[in-house]
């Protein structure tokens, strides 16, 4: 990149920095009064009686010279056509545009300074390299969102991605050139972004490369996906972007309800044409005007349109608009031409786009119906109705209306209009002084000095109550309400006189803001749309593979679920199912299963169990196993859910060594003791392997008769005592079955565990005997 090229890219950046903060702080249209479609003898109007008003020579306001002076430079910025074109279309202002004038031209250099096809063939085979173009056109990311994204809403943007170093770009340079001149005289607006410096904005708009073509329609972005860009593949590209319900068809059979919708406050325009498809230039029209005008479109060529040609005599040739506000009979405005240029259907629209008696159901209507207007010679009244929405106040609006018709002062100067009371109820409390309490259908003069200020008088003396009217005749009510309302306007629109009393208002409420519902059902069509716009070919296959392949797991799976009950009914019709379920029965493990203690289980269930396990065996031998097996299992049945604990039971015949032992090893005693086996059956031991300590249940046992206490002293006195009948039948020495006979008390073996479920809630708590020792004797196998 050369000098020249930098110092035009910073007088660029310079002119759309400038612009920015300029274009903040005032806007020249909104000074002067005026829309953006005032001619320049409107401008010069405006500018002289503004200028003669604050002149600070015959103003004292104390901000005179400085309204001065932004009227001026406003009216200086629009009667420059250039600059007035700059503003429009990027809101250069004063300053910018003499930043603007000064750079230099760029345009008749090339990016290569010669071309050997130029020299062979000459200069029409040549691609157009002016890239000067999209330099003009380039805006900014924070332009975007705070001027293009809201100007979507009324008019539709086309936005080029370029780059400078894209050779592709610079070949299409002049196809946009003819882009730009085919579609801006419809309307469409055109920008450029420079991807280089605006990478954020590419991504967000949805483009991938460049160059790109994005159409931007009330703040959402489409990306064209076409490889050419031949305006009728645009036009095409357009129109399917176009909301869905902008171009109804009328015929001969909806035509009175279409005329008839105006409730909505819009009028109705019909655009007829020799044609079934709508052109560009009225779907961009009808875009334009959406929230003020309702469009349908007329097929001339159609036979279900000739009643309509006929009832308006309508040339079939010709493109025919015709505007009508409330009386469908006789259109307000016509106008018939072959090809009717975008600036007479505007100027056409902007004339007529309000009801004879329109509501204020937003602050832009009231804007439009009552702009604020600080001069006194020229101030604008405005003649407000308050109703409700009710069939009872159709006479009331009516009767005003008939008024509107028939007054003979200008739209510019008077007014007329209705509001509903319960939908802005702020704006009628706002005007509470000069009216009594209820201020249904009665009528209010305004003037709005400013934007929140207005000067307002009520005219008491009248109302157009149905009840008041039905005993005089509706011409006799009209003429004397007109007869009052005329009288205090020609009063009111003196210099000299003033409104009565002042208030400040707040904006209107929007009625016709879109709700919760509408606004999910349009981003649902904006989804659709999106991903309609943006899914590709190899997109489609890959979603069709997937869809499939999940479509054949689902009927892979439904098939093999039908085999299975299919072969499950079979199975249960032949007889094989009931055998197969006998089968599963007997091989069910039951949830509290007692396991043996024998010499190879020994490890896993006492010495290797895991800190906090306990294992609980049941010693008997093999005559009393079945008889004391089943309620040892009904006692530690509630126990079966606890995971750190092991059940179990153990012949005495193959453990009386290991126990002997363990006795032993509890006891402290070297000497071997001499146990009874017999007498051994229905103990419980409930062993904790990690801290190596053990409880005992028996039914002779001290601990089960009288609760623990002394359990070491009491069992040595025991072996101390030799006399003791007990004492010879647990530690028998040498005992007999003689000694049986010589027991006071009889224990059958059916009795051995009837404290065992007691004992169980102890061990539990805590609170039975626990016998330590030193280390666990070894189970040998006989």
Same mark, same amino acid.
């Given at each position: 990149m050369n000098y020249k090229q930098i110092h035009f890219a910073f007088v660029i950046l310079?002119?759309?920095?400038?612009?920015?903060?300029?274009?903040? +702080?005032?806007?020249?249209? /909104?000074?002067?009064? @005026?829309?953006?479609? !005032?001619?320049?003898?409107?401008?010069?109007?405006?500018?002289?009686?503004?200028?003669?008003?604050?002149?600070?020579?015959?103003?004292?306001?104390?901000e005179a010279e400085s309204n001065f002076i932004q009227i001026k430079q406003a009216f200086e910025l629009l009667s420059d056509s250039e600059r007035r074109h700059i503003y429009d279309q990027h809101g250069i202002t004063d300053e910018d545009s003499y930043l603007y004038k000064q750079r230099h031209d760029y345009s008749h250099y090339k990016r290569f300074s010669s071309d050997p096809l130029e020299e062979l063939f000459g200069k029409q085979f040549y691609f157009d390299y002016d890239v000067s173009f999209y330099h003009k056109l380039t805006i900014t990311t924070q332009y975007y969102e705070q001027t293009i994204i809201s100007k979507s809403k009324f008019a539709p943007y086309i936005i080029i991605f370029y780059s400078d170093w894209c050779f592709r770009c610079n070949r299409l340079v002049g196809t946009f050139k003819k882009l730009t001149e085919t579609f801006e005289p419809l309307g469409i607006e055109f920008a450029t972004v420079n991807v280089a410096l605006e990478q954020q904005l590419l991504r967000r708009t949805g483009a991938t490369d460049v160059p790109s073509l994005v159409l931007v329609l009330n703040g959402h972005c489409f990306v064209?996906?076409?490889? $050419?860009?031949?305006?009728?593949? &645009?036009?095409?590209?357009?129109?399917?972007?176009?909301?869905?319900?902008?171009?109804?068809? #009328?015929?001969?059979?909806?035509?009175?309800?279409?005329?008839?919708?105006?409730?909505?406050?819009?009028?109705?325009?019909?655009?007829?044409?020799?044609?079934?498809?709508?052109?560009?230039?009225?779907?961009? =029209?009808?875009? !334009?005007?959406?929230?003020?005008?309702?469009?349908?479109?007329?097929?001339?060529n159609s036979n279900y349109c000739k009643q309509i040609l006929q009832r308006y005599q309508v040339h079939p040739h010709l493109d025919t608009l015709l505007l009508f506000n409330e009386d469908s009979e006789r259109p307000i405005a016509s106008i018939s031409m072959s090809n009717i240029p975008t600036e007479t259907l505007n100027n056409i629209i902007l004339s007529n786009q309000y009801l004879t008696l329109p509501?204020?159901?937003?602050?832009?209507?009231?804007?439009?119906?009552?702009? =604020? %207007?600080?001069?006194?010679?020229?101030?604008?009244?405005?003649?407000?109705? +308050?109703?409700?929405?009710? /069939?009872?106040?159709?006479?009331?609006?009516? !009767? @005003?209306?008939?008024?509107?018709?028939?007054?003979?002062?200008?739209?510019?100067? #008077?007014?007329?209009?209705?509001?509903?009371?319960?939908?802005?109820?702020?704006?009628?409390? $706002?005007?509470?002084?000069?009216?009594?309490?209820?201020?249904?259908?009665?009528? +209010?003069?305004?003037?709005?000095?400013? *934007?929140?200020?207005?000067?307002?008088?009520? &005219?008491?003396?009248?109302?157009?109550?149905?009840?008041? =009217?039905?005993?005089?005749?509706?011409?006799?009510?009209?003429?004397?309400?007109?007869?009052?309302?005329?009288?205090?306007?020609?009063?009111?629109?003196?210099?000299?006189?003033?409104? *009565?009393?002042?208030?400040?208002?707040?904006?209107?409420?929007?009625?016709?803001?879109?709700?919760?519902?509408?606004?999910?059902?349009?981003?649902?069509?904006?989804?659709?749309?999106?991903?309609?716009?943006? &899914?590709?070919?190899?997109?489609?296959?890959?979603?069709?593979?997937?869809l499939g392949t999940i479509v054949f797991m689902f009927a892979v799976g439904y098939a093999m679920v039908y085999l299975v009950k299919a072969e499950e009914e079979s199975l249960k019709a032949k007889g094989k199912l009931s055998s197969n379920v006998s089968l599963k029965q007997s091989r069910y493990i039951p949830e509290l299963k007692l396991h043996e203690l024998r010499a190879e289980k020994y490890n896993g269930m006492v010495r290797l169990l895991k800190p906090g396990c306990r294992t609980i065996v049941l010693i008997t031998d093999l005559k009393t196993r079945p008889k004391l097996i089943p309620p040892f299992h009904k006692a530690v049945w509630p126990y079966r859910r606890t995971k750190t604990l092991i059940f179990g039971h153990m012949l005495i015949e193959k453990g009386f060594s290991w126990y002997s032992?363990?006795?032993?090893?509890?006891?402290?005693?070297?000497?071997?003791?001499?146990?009874?086996?017999?007498?051994?059956?229905?103990?419980?031991?409930?062993?904790?392997?990690?801290?190596?300590?053990?409880?005992?249940?028996?039914?002779?046992?001290?601990?089960?008769?009288?609760? !623990? /206490?002394?359990?070491?002293?009491?069992?040595?006195?025991?072996?101390?005592?030799?006399?003791?009948?007990?004492?010879?039948?647990?530690?028998?020495?040498?005992?007999?079955? %003689?000694?049986?006979?010589?027991?006071?008390?009889?224990?059958?073996? %059916?009795?051995?565990? %009837?404290? @065992?479920?007691?004992?169980?809630?102890?061990?539990?708590e805590g609170t039975t005997h626990r016998y330590y020792i030193n280390y666990w004797p070894e189970f040998f196998t006989k």
């Amino acid at each position: 990149m050369n000098y020249k090229q930098i110092h035009f890219a910073f007088v660029i950046l310079q002119i759309f920095y400038f612009g920015r903060i300029c274009g903040e +702080v005032y806007n020249p249209y /909104k000074i002067l009064g @005026l829309n953006r479609h !005032a001619t320049s003898q409107e401008i010069r109007r405006a500018y002289k009686q503004l200028a003669k008003e604050w002149h600070p020579d015959k103003n004292d306001h104390p901000e005179a010279e400085s309204n001065f002076i932004q009227i001026k430079q406003a009216f200086e910025l629009l009667s420059d056509s250039e600059r007035r074109h700059i503003y429009d279309q990027h809101g250069i202002t004063d300053e910018d545009s003499y930043l603007y004038k000064q750079r230099h031209d760029y345009s008749h250099y090339k990016r290569f300074s010669s071309d050997p096809l130029e020299e062979l063939f000459g200069k029409q085979f040549y691609f157009d390299y002016d890239v000067s173009f999209y330099h003009k056109l380039t805006i900014t990311t924070q332009y975007y969102e705070q001027t293009i994204i809201s100007k979507s809403k009324f008019a539709p943007y086309i936005i080029i991605f370029y780059s400078d170093w894209c050779f592709r770009c610079n070949r299409l340079v002049g196809t946009f050139k003819k882009l730009t001149e085919t579609f801006e005289p419809l309307g469409i607006e055109f920008a450029t972004v420079n991807v280089a410096l605006e990478q954020q904005l590419l991504r967000r708009t949805g483009a991938t490369d460049v160059p790109s073509l994005v159409l931007v329609l009330n703040g959402h972005c489409f990306v064209y996906r076409g490889s $050419s860009y031949m305006p009728h593949n &645009i036009i095409e590209f357009i129109r399917k972007k176009m909301p869905y319900n902008l171009a109804p068809k #009328v015929q001969d059979d909806t035509i009175v309800g279409f005329l008839s919708g105006w409730i909505d406050n819009r009028i109705r325009c019909l655009v007829v044409e020799p044609r079934n498809q709508t052109r560009l230039r009225y779907l961009i =029209a009808a875009y !334009a005007f959406q929230q003020r005008v309702a469009f349908g479109f007329v097929n001339a060529n159609s036979n279900y349109c000739k009643q309509i040609l006929q009832r308006y005599q309508v040339h079939p040739h010709l493109d025919t608009l015709l505007l009508f506000n409330e009386d469908s009979e006789r259109p307000i405005a016509s106008i018939s031409m072959s090809n009717i240029p975008t600036e007479t259907l505007n100027n056409i629209i902007l004339s007529n786009q309000y009801l004879t008696l329109p509501r204020l159901s937003s602050q832009d209507i009231l804007e439009g119906l009552c702009p =604020a %207007e600080w001069n006194r010679p020229r101030k604008r009244l405005c003649i407000i109705l +308050v109703t409700e929405n009710s /069939k009872e106040h159709n006479f009331a609006r009516e !009767a @005003l209306r008939n008024i509107a018709r028939r007054s003979e002062y200008k739209t510019e100067r #008077v007014r007329f209009a209705y509001i509903f009371k319960e939908k802005q109820i702020d704006f009628i409390n $706002s005007l509470s002084r000069g009216s009594s309490d209820d201020k249904l259908l009665r009528i +209010v003069i305004l003037w709005r000095r400013d *934007t929140s200020r207005v000067k307002y008088e009520w &005219i008491n003396d009248i109302t157009l109550n149905k009840r008041f =009217a039905d005993n005089q005749s509706l011409d006799h009510v009209i003429n004397q309400t007109k007869y009052q309302i005329d009288s205090t306007i020609q009063r009111l629109l003196k210099t000299s006189e003033a409104l *009565t009393y002042e208030a400040f208002i707040k904006n209107l409420l929007d009625e016709h803001a879109q709700d919760f519902i509408n606004k999910w059902i349009s981003k649902i069509f904006y989804i659709f749309d999106y991903i309609i716009d943006n &899914i590709e070919e190899e997109h489609i296959l890959a979603t069709i593979s997937l869809l499939g392949t999940i479509v054949f797991m689902f009927a892979v799976g439904y098939a093999m679920v039908y085999l299975v009950k299919a072969e499950e009914e079979s199975l249960k019709a032949k007889g094989k199912l009931s055998s197969n379920v006998s089968l599963k029965q007997s091989r069910y493990i039951p949830e509290l299963k007692l396991h043996e203690l024998r010499a190879e289980k020994y490890n896993g269930m006492v010495r290797l169990l895991k800190p906090g396990c306990r294992t609980i065996v049941l010693i008997t031998d093999l005559k009393t196993r079945p008889k004391l097996i089943p309620p040892f299992h009904k006692a530690v049945w509630p126990y079966r859910r606890t995971k750190t604990l092991i059940f179990g039971h153990m012949l005495i015949e193959k453990g009386f060594s290991w126990y002997s032992e363990l006795l032993r090893l509890s006891l402290c005693e070297s000497k071997n003791l001499q146990i009874n086996p017999r007498n051994c059956v229905g103990t419980v031991l409930a062993l904790n392997g990690h801290r190596k300590y053990f409880c005992m249940y028996h039914a002779k046992h001290p601990e089960s008769d009288r609760g !623990a /206490k002394g359990i070491e002293s009491m069992t040595r006195q025991l072996i101390e005592r030799q006399d003791d009948s007990e004492t010879k039948i647990f530690f028998a020495n040498g005992g007999t079955d %003689e000694s049986d006979d010589s027991e006071p008390r009889i224990l059958l073996e %059916e009795n051995l565990l %009837e404290g @065992l479920s007691n004992w169980l809630d102890r061990l539990f708590e805590g609170t039975t005997h626990r016998y330590y020792i030193n280390y666990w004797p070894e189970f040998f196998t006989k």
